[in-house]
T-cell receptor, first 110, second 116 residues
Framework: AQRVTQPEKLLSVFKGAPVELKCNYS??????LFWYVQYSRQRLQLLLR??SRESIKGFTADLNKGETSFHLKKPFAQEEDSAMYYC????????????FGKGTRLSVIA | GAVVSQHPSWVICKSGTSVKIECRSL??????MFWYRQFPKQSLMLMATSNEGSKATYEQGVEKDKFLINHASLTLSTLTVTSAHPEDSSFYIC????????????FGEGSWLTVV
């Protein structure tokens, strides 16, 4: 069964502190992993996908197949990073839907 | 980037009536779109996969006769909530696959439905 687990509903950090949003998954095969962000009153936006191996807005995420994790990290949090973050996966066979975790609300305190 | 637009952004309807939500891919063709439902402070729950020119594929537990999905063109999918009840009140989100961009999935802005 496909499953994405985000253990933290809410994460509060001070501005300038490191951030790590946890994501674990279960999937029989090799899924694609994503992080989506939803700012207040805006639509979901793609933040990262593991196959790109890029850094967006200072965020990075490494796929650890051994631990089935795809944690999102940023070394120095900024106030504008406050948002809802969703980890998601899908099969890599083309037109498959995303399966989402429950999301983690990141609150960066000035 | 690719844009997916939903209309209406919010709608209030009376119990027993039907309401239609449109999802359009504005600058690309989408053979596959997905409809999600999101309850307050909860995650997105996949309702169905909408395929252009064929019947939608519904997830387990989603009533296909209640949530009618039509994907008549490569840029438009519609979700019709029939005989709406207050428990159907929710945030409905569509997404579309942009196959020219590595099958990236783009999301609409969502539609708030309130049934009174």
């Amino acid at each position: 069964a496909q499953r994405v687990t985000q253990p933290e509903k809410l994460l509060s950090v001070f501005k300038g502190a490191p951030v790590e949003l946890k994501c674990n998954y279960s999937y029989s095969g090799s899924p694609e992993l994503f992080w989506y962000v939803q700012y207040s009153r805006q639509r979901l936006q793609l933040l990262l996908r593991h196959i790109s191996r890029e850094s967006i807005k200072g965020f990075t995420a490494d796929l650890n197949k051994g631990e089935t994790s795809f944690h999102l990290k940023k070394p120095f949090a900024q106030e504008e990073d406050s948002a809802m973050y969703y980890c998601a996966l899908r099969g890599n066979s083309g037109n498959t839907p995303l399966v989402f975790g429950k999301g983690t609300r990141l609150s960066v305190i000035a | 980037g690719a844009v997916v637009s939903q209309h209406p952004s919010w709608v209030i309807c009376k119990s027993g009536t039907s309401v239609k939500i449109e999802c359009r891919s504005l600058d690309f063709q989408a053979t596959t779109m997905f409809w999600y439902r999101q309850f307050p402070k909860q995650s997105l729950m996949l309702m169905a996969t909408s395929n252009e020119g064929s019947k939608a594929t519904y997830e387990q537990g989603v009533e296909k006769d209640k949530f009618l999905i039509n994907h008549a063109s490569l840029t438009l999918s519609t979700l019709t909530v029939t005989s709406a009840h207050p428990e159907d009140s929710s945030f409905y989100i569509c997404s579309a696959i942009f196959s020219s961009s590595g099958n990236t999935i783009y999301f609409g802005e969502g539609s708030w439905l309130t049934v009174v």
